[in-house]
């Protein structure tokens, strides 16, 4: 089946670095990726929508500066967390579409911020 | 606006019997999917079954079947004869089919089943 290979899976990083997540699909072509973050025992928040080739889509509430996104091939779009807190400390997750019936996720990547 | 309700926080079910966990939706998309996924501790999210909006027959992928009820907007995974590793979260999701929000998944706030031996 379509999958979703997603990288680091868990990421420390110092307050005020960047960290950047990145998101493949391994054996089809995905023009769209979406972002999502979890809490701890909560659920899944849709962040923003990867577009390749064009700018990202974010959903309301969603810092665009700090949440930056590049889709720059069919294959491989990336999550970066800018100057990053510990409230930014959470599980990203990126998922594709290879087709209607079917939205893949990769493994998630748990980002702590200290 | 979608929604997707979950209202079991947490579900026990004894080993080899089946449980029913519920979802119910709201939408104004005329086409749209259903999604159930299985998320363990692990964090992954493990995708178990799809009912699409205009499929007449309920969808079955093994030990897993979707009993949909379009007029009630309720889309409840059932899980038959329920193994211990089956112990996890589980998420109800929506999204628009044919729109550009396609792939867009609206997550319900999950149910925590835990399978007794």
């Known amino acids: 089946g379509a999958v979703v290979s997603q990288h680091p899976s868990r990421v420390i990083c110092k307050s005020g670095t960047s960290v950047k997540i990145e998101c493949r699909s391994l054996?089809?072509?995905?023009?769209?990726m979406f972002w999502y973050r979890q809490f701890p025992k909560q659920s899944l928040m849709l962040m923003a929508t990867?577009?390749?080739?064009?700018?990202?889509?974010?959903e309301q509430g969603v810092e665009k500066d700090k949440f930056l996104i590049n889709h720059a091939s069919l294959t491989l779009s990336t999550l970066t967390v800018t100057s990053a807190h510990p409230e930014d400390s959470s599980f990203y997750i990126c998922?594709?579409?290879?087709?209607?019936?079917?939205?893949?996720f990769g493994q998630g990547t748990r980002l702590t911020v200290v | 606006a979608q929604k997707i309700t979950q209202t079991q926080p947490g579900m026990f079910v004894q080993e080899k019997e089946a449980v029913t966990l519920d979802c119910t939706y709201d939408?104004?998309?005329?086409?749209?999917?259903l999604f159930w996924y299985k998320q363990p501790s692990s964090g992954e999210m493990i995708f178990l079954i799809y009912?699409?909006?205009?499929?007449?027959q309920n969808a079955t992928e093994g030990r897993y079947s979707l009993n949909f009820q379009k007029a009630r907007k309720s889309a409840n995974l059932v899980i038959s004869a329920s193994q211990l590793g089956d112990s996890a979260m589980y998420f109800c999701?929506?999204?628009?089919?044919?729109?550009?929000?396609?792939?867009?998944?609206?997550f319900g706030q999950g149910t925590t089943l835990q399978v007794k031996p």
């Open positions: 998922s594709a579409f290879p087709r209607n019936t079917e939205a893949f």
């Open positions: 054996d089809f072509q995905a023009t769209t």
């Open positions: 990867s577009n390749e080739g064009s700018k990202a889509t974010y």
């Open positions: 939408t104004s998309d005329p086409s749209y999917g």
């Open positions: 009912q699409g909006s205009y499929d007449q």
């Open positions: 999701a929506m999204s628009p089919v044919g729109s550009s929000n396609t792939g867009k998944l609206i």
